[in-house]
């Protein structure tokens, strides 16, 4: 069974092309086996490409640890670069997720990903909390390059009050006043991963929310590269979101499954 190996500023998915529907989706001991950097192929995630009747095709995704999860940013624009590589798509496209519709569009290697609306962002004394299609925990930080992020997002994603369903974890440090440095502790993947889109967003949102930018272009720098997220806000939240960066086939293989 053939492979492709995606990576979106760092954030690597193995894709598969599953429209014959050829994957047993219950084996998540086998997913997570590929996902492993020592016993597989090595990746943040696994994600199916199947057909959807009303729309382009269907987004299933699954974390390292081979368990199907919420939305992941990063690997909805990959998984749009693999549609257009298929030629089931030209430039521009409509596909389903586990959280819902989602547009995008792709400029050369760039993907232009809408995500879906937030009307709620909870603010704490020291962080805020949102769901972008994942839930995020949000926390500025002084010193981000110091900063133990495997540690100390494990507390987070483990403690209360997120407790057993657990969330992302995202620590910022503001670098201008339209663009912060980002780190992600990811569940499921139960690490730092170098970049991911849902905590971007999540990021890009809540500095909005709590006035340390007033912008609505924000730049995100991540270990694997700059990410950009735009968006609409009222009274209501925030709306027309779009996650943009790059997204790059990097090998393809064959999966004895």
């Given at each position: 069974?053939?492979?492709?190996?995606?990576?979106?500023?760092?954030?690597?998915?193995?894709?598969?092309?599953?429209?014959?529907?050829?994957?047993?989706?219950?084996?998540?001991?086998?997913?997570?086996?590929?996902?492993?950097?020592?016993?597989g192929v090595g990746a943040d995630g696994f994600i199916l490409l199947e057909n959807d009747d009303n729309v382009d095709f269907k987004m299933v995704y699954y974390?390292?640890?081979?368990?199907?999860?919420?939305?992941?940013?990063?690997?909805?624009?990959?998984?749009?670069?693999?549609?257009?590589?298929?030629?089931?798509?030209?430039?521009?496209?409509?596909?389903?997720?586990?959280?819902?519709?989602?547009?995008?569009?792709?400029?050369?290697?760039?993907?232009?990903?809408?995500?879906?609306?937030?009307?709620?962002?909870?603010?704490?004394?020291?962080?805020?909390?949102?769901?972008?299609?994942?839930?995020?925990?949000?926390?500025?930080?002084?010193?981000?390059?110091?900063?133990?992020?495997?540690?100390?997002?494990?507390?987070?994603?483990?403690?209360?009050?997120?407790?057993?369903?657990?969330?992302?974890?995202?620590?910022?440090?503001?670098?201008?006043?339209?663009?912060?440095?980002?780190?992600?502790?990811?569940?499921?993947?139960?690490?730092?991963?170098?970049?991911?889109?849902?905590?971007?967003?999540?990021?890009?949102?809540?500095?909005?929310?709590?006035?340390?930018?007033?912008?609505?272009?924000?730049?995100?720098?991540?270990?694997?590269?700059?990410?950009?997220?735009?968006?609409?806000?009222?009274?209501?939240?925030?709306?027309?979101?779009?996650?943009?960066?790059?997204?790059?086939?990097?090998?393809?293989?064959?999966?004895?499954?």
């Amino acid at each position: 069974m053939t492979f492709y190996k995606y990576q979106g500023t760092g954030n690597d998915f193995v894709i598969v092309d599953n429209r014959l529907q050829l994957i047993d989706k219950k084996d998540t001991k086998r997913i997570a086996t590929i996902c492993d950097r020592r016993f597989g192929v090595g990746a943040d995630g696994f994600i199916l490409l199947e057909n959807d009747d009303n729309v382009d095709f269907k987004m299933v995704y699954y974390n390292a640890d081979g368990n199907e999860s919420s939305m992941c940013g990063n690997g909805g624009r990959c998984i749009v670069a693999f549609a257009k590589f298929l030629g089931i798509i030209e430039n521009e496209t409509e596909f389903i997720a586990i959280d819902g519709l989602h547009k995008a569009r792709v400029e050369d290697d760039w993907v232009h990903l809408q995500m879906q609306g937030v009307s709620t962002i909870d603010s704490y004394d020291n962080h805020l909390f949102l769901n972008t299609g994942s839930p995020h925990h949000v926390e500025i930080v002084s010193d981000l390059k110091a900063f133990e992020v495997k540690s100390n997002g494990a507390k987070i994603r483990y403690g209360k009050p997120y407790n057993e369903a657990g969330t992302n974890v995202n620590f910022v440090t503001q670098l201008e006043s339209d663009c912060f440095a980002v780190r992600t502790y990811e569940r499921g993947v139960e690490d730092e991963t170098l970049s991911c889109g849902t905590g971007v967003t999540a990021v890009a949102l809540a500095m909005h929310k709590s006035g340390k930018t007033k912008a609505d272009i924000i730049k995100l720098e991540t270990e694997g590269g700059e990410l950009k997220v735009t968006f609409s806000s009222n009274e209501d939240g925030y709306n027309n979101i779009w996650l943009v960066g790059p997204a790059q086939q990097v090998f393809k293989g064959e999966l004895v499954w």
